[in-house]
C-alpha cells in the first residue's frame, strides 16, 4: 500500500492538504468526459485537485490528471499541458492550470499545514492529529460561514497516544480496520473528535 497523493487547498496564501471531509466537493472529470484512471500506486483516484479558497468559497484552480484514453478536452478553455519526462513533478498526470471553477460546496473540510514526519504511515492519507496546524472550514452554499482552529486538540492528541503506546499497537494490529481508516477522508475516521 502507498500513501496517496490527496487534494490541496491554498488557504490564507498558503499550501494546506484536505485531511477530512463531511461531503465530497461535486467535482468529476466524467462529467468533462475525462475516465481517470491511476498511473502510479501513489494516486489511486488518477487525479487530485488544488483549490484556493476565499471568503467567496471554493474555486477549482489547479487539476492534476492521467486519462484512461488518452483524451484531455479543454476545460473551462484551458487546454492541459504534459509534464516534461525528466520531471517527476506531477507524477505523469497532465496539469489543468488555472481552470478556475467555483465549487458549491455545502459542509465542513478539515485542512492540515506543517506535517509531523514522525507520524508518517505509508499508505493511505495521514491521520489529522500529525498536522501542526489543523483548521476546519465551514461552507454553506459554497460560501465560506466559519472556521474553528483544531490545532490544540491535534496536539493533545499527540501527547496522549505518546503517553499510551498500547493504544497506538492496538490500533494498528486490527489490519482492515487500519486499512479502512488510512484510505478514508470520513471525518468521523480522520476527526471522531468533532461534533
Not at 35 to 43: G, L
Not at 100 to 113: P, S
Not at 169 to 187: A, G, T
Request: aromatic letters at 14%; charged letters at 25%; glycine letters at 6%.
Amino acid at each position: 500500500m502507498t500513501a496517496q497523493v490527496g487534494d490541496r487547498f491554498i488557504y490564507k496564501g498558503d499550501n494546506y492538504s484536505i485531511v477530512a471531509i463531511s461531503n465530497p466537493i461535486q467535482f468529476n472529470p466524467l462529467d468533462y468526459g475525462i475516465n481517470p484512471v491511476a498511473c502510479c500506486s501513489a494516486c489511486w483516484n488518477g487525479y487530485w485537485c488544488d483549490y484556493h479558497i476565499s471568503m467567496k468559497g471554493i474555486m477549482l484552480q489547479n487539476l492534476y490528471i492521467n486519462s484512461e484514453n488518452d483524451y484531455y478536452p479543454e476545460i473551462n478553455n484551458v487546454n492541459p499541458e504534459k509534464e516534461d519526462k525528466k520531471s517527476f513533478q506531477y507524477m505523469g498526470h497532465h496539469l489543468y492550470r488555472n481552470i478556475n471553477i467555483f465549487m458549491e460546496y455545502t459542509g465542513k473540510i478539515l485542512i492540515g499545514k506543517g506535517f509531523i514526519n514522525k507520524y508518517y504511515i505509508h499508505m493511505g492519507y495521514q491521520r489529522a492529529w500529525a498536522y501542526e496546524v489543523l483548521e476546519e472550514l465551514v461552507f454553506d452554499n459554497g460560501k465560506l460561514v466559519k472556521t474553528v482552529d483544531h490545532s490544540e486538540m491535534a496536539k493533545k492528541l499527540r501527547k496522549e497516544l505518546e503517553n499510551r503506546p498500547e493504544e497506538i499497537k492496538k490500533i494498528s494490529d486490527n489490519i482492515p480496520l487500519f486499512v479502512e481508516e488510512s484510505f478514508s477522508l470520513e471525518m468521523k475516521d480522520k476527526a471522531w473528535w468533532m461534533k
